[in-house]
């Protein structure tokens, strides 16, 4: 059985491209999504882009 996060976690986000979240903040707390395969989504805290952002699928 595949295992729909690993999969995801499996993807490459090189190429992503991250656009801030609708509900960030205005000051500094600035959430940054990017599409993923499927519908699902990628999530990162901009003030850290190089930690590993979190992965949901589309039902997530």
């Known amino acids: 059985m595949n295992d729909p996060k690993a999969e995801l ?3 490459d986000l090189t190429g ?4 801030k979240a609708s509900a960030s903040g205005a000051e500094h707390d600035c959430v940054e999504v990017a599409q993923l395969p499927g519908g699902a989504k990628a999530v990162r805290d901009s003030k ?12 997530e």
């Open 9 to 11: 976690y499996a993807c």
């Open 16 to 19: 992503a491209i991250w656009h």
């Open 48 to 59: 850290n882009p190089g930690r590993e952002p979190l992965r949901f699928t589309a039902s």
